[in-house]
């Protein structure tokens, strides 16, 4: 047998005579020189030419062909010259294209394909830290982020769990490279057969791939960078690296990542102690971690689970009794796996997020203090649940979010919704719904910044501007009223007039200044009435620059953050506000807002504590709101529907002026009784003299004086008798 690892197998220049098997070889052919290794036989460069002969031509028909192919000669050497010529050509063209469409994929499908780090760094590429959150005084709270187990070897695992990966996911893994075309048509037959994707082609590899460095796209361009990827892997690791790579980075639901993290999570006890019923269970899940997931589909996982001890079997990996006991015993899930955050859900998601901003990507595992008082928390969320289930049917709303901040900008409270089981859909910072009333104050704001005083008198009167008549709530007018009581009462047709007196940019402006983002430069007039669409956090941050007199100061709730280790990498620092309103402006908006809750449409938010604030509903009755403050805390309370439709005609001074008042009530236990200690005096009204008050007074003397001349010239009537009396006349009046 001929050993093609040796030097190169060189046929002979002639061509040898038949041996028999066993008999002495000839003397190998001497190599030609460095000139003749093309080909031997052919003439050299720089021979003498030879006069050719021409072939002898043959007689048609009777035998056969034109050419006579025997007895080599001149026409044999054109004809192999010619067969040379055109492989090379064919070869060249092949190269061409080749090198082409390698061009092509490099440039459309490769061009941003990541580039693969050192051999360690793949445990912790793309890794997000695993997080531990504690409240403001140092209590663990939860942990969030993935859960990753420590990492394991295939020799700390039994040998079935391994395989029970193996055939799950790619039987023939040691069988094949970074691609396997088999497999490719055999998913494409499958699916072709039942006219939708029943079955995938991508190799163990090819999994890894895109769980470390790529998107889950259904693309060309993704499926390309997916095999690079994997060929690169199994260029850089073994095959049994490879799959102890997987099995510490494969995703397992519930925010769960590897053997060992989803051992722990789901049965509460190391991958090491895995048996064989277990490991054929979490091997399901990789496949459809989120529609497998044990909390919600168990029965579909157990399916997945007795297919996954079938083809274990079928490949010889356990024997018959072993499948058959594993599947007749099913896993018990830990009671601690799959474990909610309740209550802190909603502030919990929005701790990561900020984490996450803070820290960057591949950091280690930390240790995260929030600004959350967890008594406020539950009492927020158990009000919101209280007062929707209590008066919730009646008044057609079924949601409710809050929102609490110190006086320092300090979170203290965000309840997103009811239920974080049912909705993790953040209402406090992901909705944006219209404040209605709720905005005025900030128009009231741009207005005294334009010279209007809170005594300043408006008319409360019919209004048009082009097609659109603003009307008050519950119809009619006031006629003559101040600003102030503008305000307290929420009357519309002033704070529109207002409004048009200010200027849309100069609303916008402040509002921006305030914090508030969804705000165009340029608002229409129905600002005034706040019809621009506001996330419920950026209301009550705005409504704090009222509270501290006039200071910006951006609402936090990321603490401190160190690493697992004690090192620091996070610490909030206190930074000086940033101005962003006149205090003695602001001084007179506080007290006009404070109106609203001791005599206006906020009642009852009245808890017996100086308090300023405002109510708000939009339009046919979809979002009610208040928001209000003390010079401890400034909170946020929004009730409506998810599906935007609309309530029963509660306005914001109904219920969410009584979850406001109850929580504030908790709020303010053990803090004393306190009013706003920067408020100023209010200024007097600056009045020019007219050069024309004299002539107008003594005017107005001389009517005076005319008047009673004339009335006491005047003889007095004549007394008649008096009728006798009737009996009064009752209408009824319908009611």
Request: avoid cysteine; hydrophobic fraction near 40%.
């Amino acid at each position: 047998m001929t050993d093609w690892n040796l030097d190169p197998y060189k046929f002979p220049d002639s061509k040898p005579s038949p041996q028999a098997p066993g008999a002495p070889t000839h003397e190998p052919t001497p190599e030609p020189a460095p000139e003749e290794h093309y080909r031997a036989d052919l003439p050299k460069p720089k021979q003498a030419k030879v006069k050719k002969e021409k072939p002898a031509k043959t007689k048609r028909g009777g035998g056969g062909g034109g050419f006579t192919f025997g007895g080599g000669g001149p026409r044999k050497d054109r004809n192999l010259k010619w067969l040379w010529t055109t492989l090379a050509v064919i070869a060249a063209v092949g190269a061409l294209v080749a090198l082409g469409g390698a061009v092509y994929v490099q440039q459309v499908y490769l061009k941003d394909i990541p580039a693969l780090p050192e051999r360690e760094a793949l445990y912790a590429i793309n890794r997000a830290p695993a997080i531990k959150f504690f409240d403001k005084t140092g209590v663990l709270i939860a942990s969030r982020g993935p859960k990753y187990g420590d990492r394991v070897t295939l020799g700390q695992l039994p040998d079935y769990v391994p395989r029970a990966f193996l055939a799950a996911e790619d039987r023939r893994f040691y069988q094949h490279g970074a691609v396997d075309p088999w497999a490719i048509l055999r998913a494409a037959r499958a699916n072709y057969a039942a006219g939708r994707v029943v079955e995938g082609g991508s190799t163990l590899s090819q999994q890894l791939a895109k769980g470390l460095f790529l998107t889950p796209d259904q693309t060309m361009t993704r499926k390309i960078q997916e095999a690079v990827m994997a060929q690169r892997l199994e260029n850089m690791l073994s095959k049994d690296e490879v799959l102890e790579l997987y099995l510490n980075r494969i995703y397992f639901g519930a925010n769960t990542f590897g053997v060992d993290g989803a051992s722990r999570t789901y049965f509460g006890k190391p991958a090491s102690q895995l048996t064989l019923s277990e490991a054929a269970l979490l091997a399901s899940l990789p496949k459809a971690p989120s529609r497998m997931a044990l909390n919600r589909n168990m029965a579909g996982a157990l399916e997945r689970q007795r297919l996954v001890l079938e083809r274990m079997q079928g490949e010889g990996w356990i024997t018959a009794d072993d499948a058959q006991a594993a599947a007749a015993r099913p896993p018990l899930i830990s009671p601690g796996a799959l474990a909610n955050d309740g209550d802190m859900g909603y502030a919990l998601d929005y701790a990561t997020n900020e984490v996450l901003k803070l820290v960057g990507p591949n950091s280690p595992d930390l240790m995260v203090r929030l600004t959350i008082d967890p008594k406020l928390q539950a009492t927020g969320a158990g009000i919101l649940r209280q007062v929707i289930a209590a008066e919730g049917k009646v008044a057609g709303a079924s949601q409710a979010s809050m929102v609490a901040i110190s006086s320092e900008g300090a979170i203290r409270t965000m309840v997103g919704g009811l239920d974080y089981n049912a909705s993790v859909f953040n209402r406090a910072v992901q909705a944006r719904r219209q404040p209605g009333s709720s905005f005025k104050p900030f128009v009231y704001a741009a207005a005294l910044e334009k010279g209007v005083m809170p005594t300043d008198i408006r008319i409360d009167g019919p209004v048009k501007f082009g097609d659109w008549k603003p009307e008050n709530y519950g119809g009619g007018y006031r006629g003559a009223v101040t600003v102030e009581n503008a305000l307290a009462h929420s009357i519309n047709t002033v704070a529109v007039k207002l409004a048009q007196e200010v200027g849309g940019p100069a609303i916008s402006d402040l509002t921006r200044r305030f914090g508030i983002t969804t705000i165009p430069a340029s608002p229409n007039l129905s600002v005034a009435l706040g019809s621009y669409e506001v996330p419920l956090i950026e209301m009550v941050s705005g409504f704090q620059v009222f509270q501290t007199g006039g200071a910006r100061i951006t609402p936090y709730m990321v603490d401190e953050i160190k690493t697992v280790s004690g090192q620091p990498v996070f610490l909030h620092q206190t930074s000086s506000p940033v101005p962003a309103y006149d205090i003695a402006r602001a001084s007179m908006m506080v007290k006009m807002m404070k109106r609203v809750i001791t005599n206006g449409t906020g009642t009852r938010a009245n808890f017996g504590r100086p308090a300023a604030g405002k109510t708000g509903t939009s339009q046919n009755w979809r979002d009610a709101w208040f928001v209000g403050f003390t010079p401890d805390f400034v909170a946020g309370v929004w009730v409506g529907n998810d599906d935007d439709k609309p309530m029963n005609r509660i306005t914001g001074g109904v219920m969410s002026a009584a979850i406001w008042r109850q929580f504030m009530v908790v709020a303010h236990e053990k803090l004393p009784a306190r009013d706003f200690d920067w408020l100023l005096p209010d200024p007097e009204p600056e009045l020019e003299s007219d050069p024309r008050n004299d002539f107008y007074e003594g005017l107005a003397e001389e009517f005076s004086a005319a008047a009673r001349d004339a009335e006491a010239a005047i003889p007095p009537e004549p007394v008649a008798p008096k009728p006798e009396a009737e009996k009064p006349v009752i209408e009824e009046i319908p009611f």
